[in-house]
């Protein structure tokens, strides 16, 4: 076993930075997601949503910086090209989405897919020892399980 500058083991270290692209491929897609139900969404609560949206996609647009960011630290390469996130990404893409309720749910549905990343990370970080990348993970999922409880009272809908 041999470690890293940071005092991690190196290849633990490397199989994090692989699965954080892999975040970050979802949170790419999850961003654009974002993008598209801000820029189409219709309706009597446009006004709500529209702005609730931009909050959304500037919070994703911090969190992919972070984790970008994260890869770097770890010693890896964060993807960078669309391609690579098409490639690697498992978040529903929802296209020209502009009802208030499709909106919603593609919200949650691509916060569902994230947490289930982000706790097998967590797993992972905790293996390897790696506090930075855990206390992340734990803050990510604490704020997107808040976003899903508020989504799905909007939606009425039980957790
Ligand atoms: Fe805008």
């Known amino acids: 076993m041999r470690n890293n500058s940071l005092g991690l083991d190196t290849q633990k270290t490397k199989e994090l930075s692989i699965e954080l692209n892999n975040l970050l491929a979802n949170f790419q897609v999850f961003?654009?997601?974002?993008?598209?139900?801000?820029?189409?969404?219709?309706?009597k609560r446009f006004f709500d949503l529209h702005a609730k949206f931009e909050e959304l996609y500037n919070d994703a647009?911090?969190?992919?910086?972070m984790i970008a960011?994260?890869?770097?630290?770890?010693?890896?390469t964060p993807f960078h090209t669309f391609h690579?996130?098409?490639?690697?990404?498992?978040?529903?893409?929802?296209?020209d989405v502009s009802l208030d309720e499709e909106a919603?749910?593609?919200?949650v549905d691509s916060i569902t897919v994230l947490l289930k990343i982000e706790r097998e990370i967590l797993d992972q970080s905790d293996e390897a020892n790696d506090e930075g990348t855990n206390s992340m993970m734990?803050?990510?999922?604490?704020?997107?399980?808040?976003?899903?409880?508020?989504?799905?009272a909007?939606?009425?809908?039980e957790i």
Not at 34 to 42: A, E, K, P, S, Y
Not at 69 to 76: S, V
Not at 138 to 152: A, G, N, P, R
Request: charged share 30%; proline share 2%.
């Open 31 to 43: 961003y654009q997601n974002l993008r598209g139900i801000h820029w189409n969404i219709r309706g």
């Open 61 to 65: 647009q911090v969190k992919v910086d």
């Open 69 to 76: 960011e994260r890869i770097l630290t770890l010693g890896g």
């Open 84 to 95: 690579d996130y098409n490639e690697n990404a498992q978040v529903p893409v929802g296209k």
């Open 104 to 107: 919603i749910k593609l919200i």
């Open 138 to 152: 734990s803050d990510f999922i604490t704020e997107q399980e808040k976003t899903v409880w508020m989504m799905k």
């Open 154 to 157: 909007w939606l009425d809908e």
